[in-house]
């Protein structure tokens, strides 16, 4: 170790680039049907063999006869699919949600998929195998009834390793280069010549390692089938140039990742591999590469070193890589779609912070990583960088220049708060410095975690609304009976009330977590991803038995924001000043504040008049019920009903609110949080873990919110609710500082599964080299008050005019127009519309 | 606490994260009450010292209220963080911070005691005992200068310009704060070369300037007179086009031989 110098002069970007990008979406993504068809045939082979077995047999036969191709101009190559930017599918975890879907997944409005028909043939055969056969269907077998009821309304939803693969997880990358999947094969050999037939546990390990060697020996066929490919491609190609381009890439697949990379280039080739390859074994996303400037390195600095490339060919590779992460797509049921909306499959890359010893590393190749986002300008990977206070100012001004052009990219983590939090969960100080990031926001340490980082989503606004009901939700007891709300003399009664709803909620969230997690270990263990992360190969465990060195289950709130500011709103005006009564306030949140009932409210509260008077012995015919509905929608939109909600309304707007740096409403916010961290974390998973909370949304809190009726702070039902740990949208009215100082006083490390805090800003915030030095303070600052995470939107024209039409949620949205801010709601519609116009042309 | 922190002062607004004027992130204190009456003014409702009401999409609004130091300095303070970080402060704006002088001057004195650095932006009008009071205190003075010759300037601000010339003299002199000129660039007003050149001369004249500003015209305070009920005297004068400020900028940068830039 030691001081180190790095390279921040940019790069330009290769003609090639802009042409592989366009390649990729040419056309709509496609489900293609080749995996889905040759694990059914494997798996009809191998009945009655240990599953870790049968696994490890059908990934090799997928990756010996799936369709293989070369894109036009790639240098790096490996694709899951023909036809680009597209998806397999993965029966073993869920099908019926895809054949259901079949007609509608073209027209969808979140992630629209072409499927042949061709292929919706080939996977409606191969299903017939998969009945009674899924993890999910195994899943739903270890969960309770009250379990199954919480889902059924919205409490929470484990959707996502329900009906998929797990992911969330970075492997030892750097293992791969150094010895490749043939030393990788050497070491579980090893391991199994040191078993006894006679130990306790050979017959799992031994069919683990066995397991092993067959996916390393799997990967290393794929390779080499690309090796021949771009041979008998190089042998048509009449262009000279691209000709040596395909006979490298023989070589390179020829060489990794069977053997170490000898250098940069076969580095980059055979982390492609691993990271394509983890995702055709399963369908979980968020597999990570997380610090690739950290374990490229050492290939890089001896190729630049040695002269054998230059730093301008090592940044093209880069780019190449950057692209192929956009090339592999996941093709999701439509709810889920619209939860993670974007086809991103949430590939972490993080560049920057310490390593185990605390000292900065910071290399060329994390400012290359940056580089690479401009040059590709994709989703993919989800790019972060790690902010310490040894952090190179001169790498922050560069990642403040990425975020400037508002991509989105990248976040940026608090090295300060993440590193103590994750101790507290019992890592070791030097594998918590060299944490990284999963999927969204998620800190683990690489190659010893099964983190479980996306265990589900819990809206913390649907046990505030069962306080209201008793614990009924449109005609089910669903969460525990904690009364009369109108009796609740105190405060402290009714918050005592929304505990108890919580507490619930969250056992019946940990009771699905714990079933999913049982189905994945028993019918889905992946044998190629436990032989990249240790202690698996020791142990002799499956990732799904506990064989991490550390496993979690991170289940992640949202609606804190909701939540604190509701329940301040009761606090104050119905308990301290009693400007409302209970009676007054339940009855605008049930209808909606007079603003109008939904459908499916309506239809609820018919049925509940239905039922009641064919209990009382009455008849109910057509007719009846027609009456009923009238009487239910002109009730709810009664001139007096109407009234109330205004009034009301008006009351809850003057209570001050989360995100506007008010001591006491923030330590609120803080306790509030606490209702659902503090719960969760006295749970443990199936793999002898713990529970860790995270508070994020991903982008769930629109539809989930779409779920959820109106709320004591004022939102209206089925509207979104806050994203994150931000305040919720339009009501920090006193700027980014207030915004980011009120989010600094929750306690963000016993949300050690990660905290998401998004801010927006006008591109004119950032201007110039005085723009980005602010910009970089600002970030310093929340981190030095202790904030995990930030993120940013950088306002675009489209943004804008969103702000135009709903000034509401834009309050504080700040514009600059030559040399003096405003608040851009404000302002006239003709100065709005100047303004719309100069920020399109960048002025 | 020290009896200055209870001074007493009117103001009409607190923005914080500001960026555009004085280093780093910032805290703008807005001070009600002007000695001028700038055609193009875009804070209207600055100019009276009077408390007033201004209808905002729609709704009145009271503009003005009388707070002490002490409480400036609470909201002041939640952005500490900030200041550190990026060489921020409190600024002073307004109206025309001098309007209040014991005010300003403890504010400034709070700030600067409290370790947050101080800047002002401020047309310099008023004796200069008043000026000379607070320079201890102020880290940046951002002095505007609107125009040369002084009739014209009586006749689109209402008052001459000899005696913010003579303190601007004077400041520059101190040596106690970090100086810079600010020219509101005004359609129909100073927008010439020669008017630009002739200020920018008396830049150079001054000596010890950091930096001159060239600030572009804009209609953004438009709404208010209306809120005010009051008459916006601009018309449907336009801002200044890009190219034009890049001709003045120019101009200013070769008369006057220090740092210029278009915007705070």
Redesign the interface.
Known sequence: MGLYTYDSTDIPRTERIPKLVAHLFEKTPEVESARAVLITESYKQTENEPMVIRRAKAFAHILENIPIVIRPLELIVGSTTIAPHSCQTYPEFSYEWLESEFDTLETRSADPFHISEQAKKDLLEADKYWKGKTSSELATAYMEPETLLAMEHNMFTPGNYFYNGVGHVTVKYWEVLEIGFGGIRAKAEEELAKCSITDANYQKKSRLLQAMMISCDAAVTYAKRYAALALEEAEKCTDPTRKMELLQIAQNCANVPEKGATGFYEACQAFWFVQQLLQIESSGHSISPGRFDQYMYPYYKKDIDSGRITREFAQELMDCIWVKMNDISKCRDAASAEGFAGYGLFQNLIAGGQNAEGIDVTNDLSFMCIQACHHVFLPQPSFSVRVWNGSPHEFLIKAAELTRTGIGLPAYYNDEVIIPALMSRGLTLQDAREYNIIGCVEPQKAGKTNGWHDAAFFNMCRPLELVFTNGMDKGAQVGPQTGDVEKMATFEEFYRAYKIQMEYAVKLMVNADNAIDMAHAERCPLPFLASMVDDCMKSGKTMEEGGAIYNFSGPQGFGIANVADSLYVVKKLVYEEKKLTMKELKTALLTNYGKGLAAEDVTFMVSEVVRTMKEAGQNVGAAEIETITKTVVAASESPQVKADGERILKLIEEVPKFGN?IPEVDAFAREAAYTYTKPVERYFNPRGGRFQAGLYPVSANVPLGAQTGATPDGRLAHTPVADGVSPTSGKDV?????AA?SVARLDHYIASNGTLFNQKFHPS?LSGR??L??F???I??YF??KGAHVQFNVVDRQTLLDAQAHPEKYKHL?V???????LFT???KS?QDDIIRRTEQG? | MEEYMNTKGRIFDI??????DGD??RTIVFLKGCVLRCRWC?NPESQEYAIQTMM??GEPKIIGRDVTVAEVMETVE??R??Y???E?GLTLSGGESLCQPQFATALLRAAKEHGITTAMESMGCAKWEVIEGLLPYLDQYLLDIKHMNPDKHKEFTGKSNELMLENAKKIAQSHMTELSIRIPVIPGFNDTPEEIRAIADYTKELANVKRL?L??Y???G??KYTGLGREYLMGNVE?PT?EKMQELLGVALTASGVDCQ???
């Open positions: 740096d006193n700027g980014p500082t207030a100082n915030a005085k723009g030095e602010n970089v303070g600002l310093r600052s030095d008050q700040v600059r127009v030559a040399g003096y801010s405003a404000t302002l006239s100065l002025i | 923005q914080r994260y500001s960026i555009h780093g992130i875009c905002v999409q939640k952005d963080n900030y550190r970080r990026t921020g500003h600030l572009p804009h209609r953004l438009q709404d801002p890009n278009i915007g705070g």
